[in-house]
């Protein structure tokens, strides 16, 4: 049997706050085995987790040093791109303003060069006009001529000299332009 229940066969029942209070030899015995864990605790179980918790701070120490070189290495990468970036931006402008002129002489030239062009067949249509009317002329001189020469024959009833007639109409032709070019310029 137990002591407690020794106790009580006795006669020995605690009471009122003596039922929270354990016996002495209890207490010494607690007091024994706490003093023991707490030296094996202290001797073993503490310097381990003291060591692993110290490995780990310097674990975390170093994760945040590298996490701060990292962070100014993205910094200054960061500003390198916004660098080249604006360096970009200040190429493309000027790319823009290269094209922009070279459109400016592109269209300049291409429109000298149209109006050379325009001459050009400005300059061959007169002198196509200018032919085409000198051949009229002529062929309007050999018709007249001929039907002047025809109408004269008829007339007068007999064969003229053809250089003779020629050089009359050429004579007349000429006095009909003289006349025609005076009243042009008035």
């Known amino acids: ?3 407690d229940m020794v106790h ?3 006669g020995d029942v605690p009471e009122g706050i003596d039922i929270f209070i354990p016996p002495w030899y209890d207490i010494f015995w607690s007091a024994v085995m706490f003093i023991a864990l ?36 993205a910094r200054a990468l ?3 791109y916004r660098e080249q970036l604006a360096e970009a931006r200040s190429e493309a402008a000027r790319i823009r303003a290269d094209a922009q002129a070279e459109r400016e002489s592109i269209v300049t030239e291409a429109r000298s060069e149209a109006q050379e062009a ?7 249509a007169e002198m196509q006009l200018t032919a085409e009317a000198e051949r009229v002329r002529t062929a309007l001189s050999g018709d007249i001529g001929r039907l002047a020469t025809e109408l004269a024959e008829k ?3 007999e064969t003229l000299d053809r250089e003779r007639v020629s050089a009359t109409v050429d004579r007349f032709i000429d006095e009909l332009e003289a006349a025609g070019g005076g009243q042009e310029q008035r």
């Open 38 to 73: 707490f030296g094996i605790f202290w001797k073993y179980v503490l310097p381990r987790m003291k060591t692993a918790l110290e490995a780990r701070s310097e674990g975390i120490e170093k994760k945040l040093e590298q996490a701060e070189v990292e962070r100014n290495e």
């Open 118 to 124: 325009a001459a050009a067949v400005n300059e061959r």
């Open 8 to 10: 009580a066969a006795e």
């Open 155 to 157: 007339i007068v009833g």
């Open 1 to 3: 049997m137990s002591i």
């Open 78 to 80: 960061l500003e390198q």
